[in-house]
């Protein structure tokens, strides 16, 4: 038994990835669960519309953050400006009275602005008037699993061609490492389009979830993150030997998109510290144009920016997954340049 307890202690010393992960997740969960965990927010994004507008901003709680002031414009100016995110409350005093306009799609702001209602002001939710938790999640859930698909299933395939030898024999076929690449996620694209449309479909009739956007721009979306996240799962299997180091890394990936994507906790109410990390997560914005989309109906110009993030790092997270697999295939195609290879090799 001793001589067991210390070959496995052995073991596990030369697996450094495996004793880093033990090590650092739960520093790591411990870190993201402080920052990252808090449901009250502490600044709403407000914008004051109507006559009196100016001095209504002297008389509000401090968690309103006045970013819009506007005497001339009423009500309806105000649902546009929650439709399209450039509030997340509006304060509208007009001649008939004051009434407050919620965005009800925002849980957690939401609730935390109710708490703060000012005297004289009727709240209004919009969008989610029943601050409905399941309307809220399901975009973000519509991510979620393409995000493990990308990084968990495809990951593991290229790894398990390294495992089964025939890696290299790819390596010594006249194909390019971009040709590689696309061949190995065709599959995984296919499957991750049928996943999308089930999970939407499943959403949209389970769980009464509107569509009240533009079709083709939650297309546009939905092909722009997958085609991220299978490169997310292309880079990880490029520096994965095996495929329970793809797994681990897949981990330590998806667990960040899950807390600091605004998917579950709302980016206004994290620490300054962690925030910033949300924004160079692909399910941020992938979350913010699928709720804005299906149930805001949020104006497809203003979510050019969030789309053309997500093309960004389509773009640099597929070149770092093409250089890194040439990188690699490259010595074992020049060591052996002319090895001949048959066809049934490339289908394995």
Known sequence: ???MIVKEFRQMRRDRRTVALMAGLPLLLLIVFGYAARFDVTEIDTALLGPGAVEMATTLDPVFNVVTVNELAGADVGQDLLRNSEAGVVFVHTDSGQSMLIDGTELFMAQSALRRVPPGFQPNLLFNPNLDTAKVMVPALIGLVLLFIGTVITSLGVVREREQGTLEQLA???LRAVDVIVGKIAPYFV???LDITIVTLAGLWLFDVPFKGSFPMFALFSLTFIFVVLGLGVAISTVSKSQSEAIQLAIMLLLPQIMLSGMIFPLESMSAEVRWIGYFLPLTWFVIGARGILLK?????????????????????FG???FRFHRDIAPKRSSNPTSPVSAAAVES
């Open 1 to 3: 038994m001793q001589a």
């Open 172 to 174: 010594v076929m006249p």
């Open 191 to 193: 499957v991750a389009l």
């Open 297 to 317: 109906g949020t104006d497809p110009a203003t979510l050019l920016f969030p789309l053309g993030i997500l093309v960004l790092m389509a773009i640099v997270v």
């Open 320 to 322: 770092i997954a093409v």
